[in-house]
Each structure stands twice: as structure tokens, then as C-alpha cells.
């Protein structure tokens, strides 16, 4: 069975209803922005209160999986109102019905904030700082968000409210352009493959804080106190039926299948692979009260830890379907070897 792909990565294939506010690609493989800080672009009436607030939600998660990442400047919305877009955006684009949002197997610290369901991304301590080590390569941080789990994340909706005086910045790299670079034959070998992706670090982050790992994390599979989960190195997007490289450094401990000299070099190779290609990669500069929305099923990304001061946000974060791998799936890339 052949299947054409995609013909392009352009925004102006999948904002559809949101095109009047003017996105803008910041690269050619991975992020859209919408730069204005106009009352035009505030997600809480553009998109949460507009009558055809379905339609738009659904246009932006789109976007949102083909694109990898979004950004919007300057916004109001609130953390309920964060939430909210989180569970409609997967509602909208067929997340199952088991999945909501995600609770942290370490809830640090956040029922200040009136929901166990929303993290606090700091620099000072917690979640974020569970595996930064200080004076090692940068390209370390590199990670999808919870892969851990038996159902990972979708999206994540992240706004930053307080940051450095410079530096701070986060990357991102696409998935569908790090699987599109490989070779037809690693391709065919990487899709038969699965990948042991374990979190059980914070465990030593909930000793610390004083607090048990949490169950209930957002579906009925991800209840474990092991926090670790098999998934296929090379995954099918369930929206764009894209295939995406699935292994990140934080996480992907090992491949199943081989052993393990095999596993830890072809993995060293993937992880260099995603860092060390900085044109499938977006760099994103914050400024206070920006929204960063991103597709963990097709997307990695990694904080820059080059500044002493406060950095914090408050996020949201989605959980989707179990990974899995369609080999009738296309690659996005216009030019991709034909998927038989």
C-alpha cells in the first residue's frame, strides 16, 4: 500500500480558522507564533469565548501537532482557564475518554494553586530540577514530558511569570524531521524496535520533599509506583498519521530488543541525532506571561540553565492515547522514500 505525505509543514496548511491572527512559522520543520499582544490574540476571547470556540480550540491543537509548538505573547489567561483549553484541546482531537490531565508523580507543592493537576516549572526546586546536573553538556535536558508513563502526554500548556533578567530560554526539536533524516534502512529497523522509558528518578525528588509518588496520574494505566512504561521507538501521531522518533535522554533507558552495548550506542546516537541538529530545532526567547503550547508526541524539548535567578511557570499538561505504530503511516517530508 503506498501513502503520500504531506506536502509541506506550513502553518498556512493547518491554522485554517485561526489564520486571521496571523501565525507566523519561526522555522521551516518546527514552531508558529502568534507575536501580537493585542486583545486580537488573547486566548481567553479568542479562543475560550468566541462562538466558535470549538472550531478554533480544534484548529490550534491541530496546529499545534503538525507544527510541534506555538507561542503567544503576553496573555491573561488564568490557571483554570489553562486547564480548560488543556482538556478541550484533547476532547476536540479524540483523546481518549479515560485521559484527562496529568497529576505529577510529585506534586510539588502546588494546592496553592487549587489543583493537583497543574505543576510548578521552578528553578529553585521540584520537578524541574529532579535530574540537572551542573557542569555536564546542556544537550542533557533533552526529553518529551513524561514519557514514563504507560499513556504519555499530548500537550502542554505552559505560561512563564516570572523569569531571569537574561537567559532562560527553551529549545525545541521536531520528531517528524529527526525520523525523516534517517536513513531508509534505520527507519526500517528503528520501527520494529520498543524502548524502556523510565522516570523512577523522582522518587528521589519525593523523598526530599516529603511527599509519596502520586497514583490516579491522569488515566487508569498510570497508577504505578514504578514509573516506567515500553513504547515504540518510532511512533504514529494520531492526528497527523506522521511518523516521530520517540526515544529522548532523560527518560529512554534502553531498547528492548537489544543488548545492551547495541542499545546504549544506537541511543546515544538518537539522542545526538535530536540535539546536535539545530535546524530541526526552534529557540524560544520568554518574555513574562507568554504561552508556550507543544506536542509531546511529536516534539522534545529542553530549558537552558544559564542564569541565577528565579524562573518559574505554572503548566498544564494533557494525557493522550498509548503509543503505538501504524506501518501504513507516511513520513511528513514532501520528499520522504515511499511508505509501502
Known amino acids: 500500500m503506498v ?17 486571521e491572527f496571523g501565525p507566523i512559522d519561526e522555522t521551516t520543520h518546527i514552531g508558529t507564533s502568534f507575536p501580537s499582544s493585542s486583545e486580537h490574540t488573547q ?7 468566541s462562538p466558535n470556540s470549538d472550531e478554533l480550540i480544534r484548529d490550534l491543537a491541530r496546529l499545534v501537532s503538525y507544527r510541534g509548538v506555538v507561542f503567544f505573547k503576553k496573555q491573561s489567561i488564568s490557571l483554570d482557564e489553562q486547564r480548560l483549553l488543556c482538556v478541550r484541546m484533547g476532547q476536540l482531537t479524540g483523546r481518549p475518554v479515560e485521559s484527562g490531565l496529568h497529576k505529577h508523580p ?18 529553585m526546586q521540584g520537578i524541574a530540577r529532579a535530574s540537572v546536573v551542573r557542569n555536564t553538556r546542556a544537550s542533557n535536558g533533552w526529553h518529551s514530558d513524561i514519557t514514563f508513563e504507560p499513556f504519555p502526554s499530548d500537550y502542554t500548556i505552559l505560561k512563564m511569570h516570572t523569569l531571569p533578567k537574561v537567559g532562560g530560554d527553551t529549545l525545541w526539536a521536531s520528531g517528524y524531521e529527526a525520523y525523516d533524516r534517517l536513513s531508509p534502512a534505520l527507519k526500517r529497523f528503528l520501527e520494529g524496535l520498543t524502548a524502556e522509558h523510565d522516570g523512577n528518578v523522582f522518587h528521589a525528588t519525593a523523598k526530599q520533599l516529603g511527599v509519596p509518588i502520586q497514583k490516579d496520574r491522569g488515566n487508569p494505566a498510570n497508577n504505578s509506583e514504578d514509573l516506567r512504561a515500553i513504547h515504540p521507538v518510532i511512533r504514529t501521531h494520531p492526528i497527523t498519521g506522521y511518523r516521530s522518533l520517540f526515544v529522548n ?8 530488543e537489544l543488548h545492551p552495548e547495541e542499545s ?13 541538529n539545530h535546524d ?61
Open 3 to 19: 501513502i503520500a505525505a504531506q506536502t509541506s509543514s506550513s502553518s498556512s496548511h493547518y491554522a485554517n480558522s485561526l489564520k
Open 43 to 49: 486566548i481567553t476571547t479568542t479562543l475560550l469565548s
Open 106 to 123: 510529585v506534586s510539588d507543592g502546588t494546592p496553592e494553586l487549587g489543583a493537583t493537576d497543574v505543576q510548578v516549572i521552578s528553578s
Open 249 to 256: 535522554r532523560s527518560f529512554t533507558k534502553r531498547i528492548v
Open 264 to 276: 546504549d550506542n544506537l541511543l546515544d546516537f538518537l539522542f545526538r541525532h535530536v540535539a546536535e
Open 280 to 340: 530541526l530545532q526552534v529557540r524560544y526567547r520568554w518574555s513574562v506571561d507568554d504561552v508556550a503550547i507543544w506536542d509531546n508526541r511529536a516534539t522534545f524539548h529542553t530549558a537552558t540553565n544559564d542564569y541565577t535567578d528565579n524562573r518559574q511557570g505554572n503548566r498544564v499538561v494533557g494525557i493522550g492515547e498509548r503509543p503505538y505504530f501504524d506501518s501504513a503511516s507516511p513520513s511528513m517530508r514532501r520528499n520522504d522514500d515511499t511508505v509501502t
